[in-house]
């Protein structure tokens, strides 16, 4: 059986057979698909979009999106939602990147096209801005009960209304990507995201968890609760509205505009029922994070590995399929994510538990799941010296990879997975 694989910009093409093949799984894709602004446009009648209309009218509005790491299809939701804006005495437009690099060609062509959007819809009063964690105008907006204190971007002083695009998906320390994250840590300072992102290496810390789940049994994440009671001091009594959208590969699956709260929750059960799985775990994992922008680097591939990791039985072995063009990461997560990632496996956990830097969640997570198997394969742009030094194994051939181990156990059985970025695994 020949399986499609993302990898960067294109696909690679892995053989199984069909008595080796466990399953393939997959993130949502509706077998009767309507284009993105048909269902961006279903979101934003009239009487779906009242109240929205009626609390921003006359207001200044902060409207927040994602940065260029992430494939929400931007352009599709902005012509279809700028003229519903016209109604606000201004627009401040912020990227939210978090502790991204806020200089990059895709955080420009984001820019580029708010403009062009924003003409296109007869909006004259707005601006731009990319936060920068390190180098923004901060405010002081309190302390939460874990102690971490909420640095955020001055820009949003004077803003009386919110609006969040957010693509939901599973996230694999923060429960979910949600409009939470657009403040915390999207327009935070960079000492307030590492105080929050330290509460990653709690084990209740991880998807499927978050504060604002209907469940009251899957409300149990520290670090997402944190985030959420950052957020309230940031917003105090403004309204936050959220057009929260599910998304794979650009395509748009189902949107909503509604309160931030309502429209995260909403989404949550929809990502719950379409992109969960429940498998039996298997000798054999082959993973892939969807391609670009997904595989940029390691450090953003990752995620994809912890989203999956349950599908694998202690002692096996995973097939990572990530292109990473761009390397291991930005320059400024060496330090505190590669760096340790080469040393010794058990030093890597206790230097981290003992002394929680920013982005050391990610070695930390790494360590944990290489000291569980037996092999990482990596099929990717990097040398082989890098994914050597940080105890995975490189591979020239992914098919190789899968005919050896087919060859050690002819009844091996492989679960594969696409998108994983998207799939939450139980």
């Known amino acids: 059986m020949k399986i499609d694989l993302h990898y960067g910009a294109g696909l690679v093409n892995i053989e199984i057979p069909e008595q080796n093949l466990a399953q393939t799984i997959q ?56 003229p519903l804006l016209a109604a606000c005495s201004f627009v401040r437009f912020i990227i939210s990147t978090g502790t991204h690099n806020s200089d990059t060609p895709e955080n420009k062509k984001i820019a580029t096209d708010i403009v062009k959007q924003a003409k296109k819809a007869s909006l004259t009063q707005f601006d731009i801005h990319v936060h920068n964690c390190k180098t923004a ?28 695009l957010s693509d939901v998906k599973f996230h694999y320390f923060a429960g979910y990507s949600n409009p939470i994250k657009y403040f915390v840590p999207g327009l935070c300072a960079y000492e307030t995201t590492e105080k929050n992102h330290s509460l990653a290496l709690d084990d209740r810390s991880t998807y ?8 009251k049994n899957r ?20 309204p936050v509205f959220a057009l929260t959208s599910i998304s794979s590969s650009g395509k748009i699956q189902w949107a909503c505009l509604d309160t931030a709260k309502n ?18 775990p298997t000798e054999y994992l082959i993973v892939s994070p969807g391609g670009l922008p997904n595989d940029i680097d390691l450090y953003i ?13 202690d002692n096996g072995e995973i ?41 050391s969640h990610k070695p930390y997570k790494f360590a944990k799941l290489i000291q569980r198997l037996k092999k990482i394969w990596v099929y990717s742009e ?3 010296k890098t994914v050597k030094a940080a105890h995975l194994y490189p591979t020239p051939n992914p098919q190789a990879v899968v005919d050896n181990w087919i060859k050690q156990n002819p009844l091996a059985k492989i679960t594969v997975v696409d998108g994983a970025n998207k799939i939450a695994i139980y």
């Open 27 to 82: 993130p949502w894709i509706d077998p009767q698909p309507h284009s993105n602004q048909t269902i961006i446009a279903s979101a934003l009648t009239e009487e779906k979009t009242a109240d929205f209309r009626q609390r921003i009218a006359g207001k200044r509005l902060c409207l927040l999106t994602n940065d260029g790491t992430r494939d929400m299809p931007l352009a599709d939701i902005f012509e279809k939602l700028f």
């Open 137 to 164: 105008e901060f405010t002081a907006a309190g302390t939460t009960s874990h102690s971490t204190n909420v640095l955020v971007n001055a820009k949003i002083d004077t803003a009386e209304a919110f609006c969040v």
């Open 208 to 215: 499927g968890l978050h504060p604002w789940h209907k469940d």
């Open 219 to 238: 409300r149990d994440n520290p670090l997402a609760t944190d985030q959420a009671e950052a957020m309230r001091l940031i917003t105090k009594d403004r």
């Open 263 to 280: 429209a995260a929750s909403k989404a949550f059960d929809i990502v719950d029922e379409k992109n969960t799985r429940t498998v039996a």
């Open 301 to 313: 591939a990752q995620r994809a590995l912890e989203l999956t990791k349950q599908a694998v039985k």
């Open 319 to 359: 097939l990572f399929i990530s292109a990473c063009p761009k390397g291991v990461g930005e320059e400024k997560t060496m330090q505190n994510f590669y760096d340790p990632l080469t040393r010794p496996i058990d030093e890597i956990r206790h230097s981290t538990e003992q002394d929680y830097k920013l982005y």
């Open 382 to 384: 990097l040398p082989d």
